[in-house]
């Protein structure tokens, strides 16, 4: 078997992994940074759009467009 064939394999074996876990809900929290430097080291990245999961993630985010952290309501 060639190298590159090799590769592919182990490439997809990854991805088949990390998305069966992901999808399970059993990802740990580096199970999620290795998905994320995955996508990161093959050039995947979108865009959030409104009503997107990206963008309802963000939302909750505390911090502004700015990076600034957003300033919590007072109890009273």
Sequence with gaps: MMNEEILKQIH???CT????KIQS??????DL???RQFLKDNGIDCVAGEGTPLHNLALTL????????????SAG
Excluded: I, W
Excluded at 62 to 73: A, C, I, S, T, Y
């Design 33 to 35: 940074s290795v998905a």
């Design 62 to 73: 505390p911090f502004d467009e700015d990076g600034n952290r957003k300033l919590q309501p």
């Design 17 to 20: 992994d990390l998305l069966q």
């Design 25 to 30: 809900g059993e990802a740990s929290s580096a």
């Design 12 to 14: 997809n074996a990854l």
